[in-house]
């Protein structure tokens, strides 16, 4: 079952733009995680943010997180042709217990232009 | 070097053969996961394995098998069963206290 929707699908941009994707999902959660993941590649750990949290910085990434909303964006600032890529958000929710058991939305590609 | 590794890369099977993909993982992580991955799609968790000799199914497990017999190795049999198995196949690993998960490099299935 996928939890979230992403949003856009895709995203083309310029390197130096800043770039912003948007996950939304269905039910409460314990946190929420982006990953990264370059073509044909495995996922990478990008940030996770907990549900008592509202905002989240790591470098050139920021996250926020709209629990009334059941909202949250990632913000890459200053994008590089390196950050092409594909990003999905995952969901951990309290109904989960203690397996790690995590939901992923479809993903955004992105798509940074020299 | 610590990690995970999956083996291998790429695999093709006839219709109707069983195959297997190999995960491991060196990270002493306790917990394991099995996910497929279509184009242009998310992932979706076919097993997942929080000790050894226990795993549980996931969402879309019917079609396949795992086994838990060691730590550091949950390896996923495709079963002839499995209608659709052409895809990407991940396995990702986490530590008791953590929340993050950590990917192999992944298995492209192609059934020919």
């Known amino acids: 079952s996928q939890q979230g929707e992403e949003d856009p699908q895709a995203l083309s941009i310029q390197e130096g733009e800043n770039a912003t994707m948007n996950c939304s999902y269905k039910?409460?959660?314990?946190?929420l995680q982006w990953y990264r993941q370059n073509s044909g590649r495995g996922l990478v750990h990008l940030i996770l943010i907990r549900s008592n949290e509202r905002e989240k910085h790591s470098g050139r990434l920021r996250v926020t997180l709209d629990t009334s909303k059941k909202s949250s964006s990632l913000l890459i600032t200053a994008s590089r042709a390196a950050d092409t890529a594909s990003y999905f958000c995952?969901?951990?929710?309290?109904?989960?217990?203690?397996?790690?058991?995590?939901?992923f939305g479809q993903g955004t590609t992105l798509q940074v232009k020299p | 070097d610590g990690g995970i590794t999956q083996s291998p890369k790429y695999l093709f099977r006839k219709e109707g053969q069983n195959v297997t993909l190999s995960c491991e993982q060196n990270l002493n992580h306790d917990a394991m996961y099995w996910y497929r991955q279509d184009p242009g799609q998310g992932l979706r968790l076919i097993y997942y394995s929080q000790i050894v000799n226990d795993f549980q199914k996931g969402d879309i497990a019917e079609g396949y098998s795992v086994s838990r017999e060691k730590k550091e190795s949950f390896p996923l049999t495709v079963t002839s069963a499995q209608k659709n198995p052409t895809a990407f196949y991940l396995c990702?690993?986490?530590?008791?206290?953590?929340?993050?998960?950590?990917f192999g490099p992944g298995t492209r299935l192609t059934v020919l």
């Open positions: 039910t409460s959660i314990n946190n």
């Open positions: 990702a690993s986490r530590s008791g206290a953590g929340d993050t998960q950590y």
């Open positions: 995952a969901t951990a929710s309290p109904g989960s217990g203690n397996t790690g058991k995590l939901i």
